[in-house]
């Protein structure tokens, strides 16, 4: 049963919230039988159960689909582990500070991996008295261009959603500012040190 949702995980989980095959059945409106089959790998729940199946069972799409729960064990967030996910449907960009299981237009997004800038991503930052102004020399068509500027300071994140044909630019607060992120729809993420 490890096509989409493995028995052992379904069986596991009703374990745990103390429920009966036949109380979930009946939640589920099947037979007793159809949720041990699930459970013993004779048989696969229709993938339009999938959605109720999770809320019955206490537990996101995701987490049923993987086969693992999942635990926050970051109990004390640190900005500075920062990650960035973007959906390459939409452009949504979401942004977590520990591990996190992402999704957005039906996908799973896998987490963005930060490169030095290079010299055709190229950062110029200038101090105007409490602020970074941060301009990108980047093409900014609709195909090749920055889609966000974010600084990740000790106690947060900003973030500058930029589009095609605008500008390359964004301000900042310099008060705790630790790094600066962007991210070209055709390279990927960056990162640099802001230069004090």
């Known amino acids: 049963m490890n096509q989409y949702v493995t028995g052992a995980m379904i069986k596991r989980l009703r374990e745990e919230r103390k429920i009966t095959q036949q109380q979930l059945a009946e939640t589920m409106n099947v037979s007793d039988k159809a949720v041990s089959k699930w459970e013993t790998g004779r048989g696969y729940p229709d993938i339009t159960l999938i959605e109720p199946l999770a809320k019955a069972l206490g537990v996101s799409v995701i987490e049923l689909f993987s086969g693992e729960g999942v635990v926050n064990t970051n109990k004390v967030s640190n900005m500075l582990r920062m990650n960035f996910y973007v959906c390459p449907i939409c452009g949504n960009v979401i942004h977590s500070t520990g591990e996190a299981v992402v999704s957005c237009c039906g996908i799973t997004l896998p987490v963005l991996e930060a ?17 970074y102004y941060v301009t990108i020399d ?5 195909n090749h261009y920055i889609s966000f500027i974010a600084a990740v300071q000790n106690d947060g994140c900003e973030i500058r959603k930029l589009y095609p044909e605008g500008p390359a630019e964004a301000r900042f607060k310099t008060r705790l500012t630790k790094y600066l992120y962007f991210y070209c729809n055709q390279h990927g993420l960056f990162r640099m040190l802001p230069r004090r």
């Open 115 to 131: 490169e030095p800038e290079d010299d055709e991503h190229h950062v110029s930052i200038e101090k105007v008295e409490d602020e």
């Open 138 to 142: 980047h093409e900014m068509s609709k």
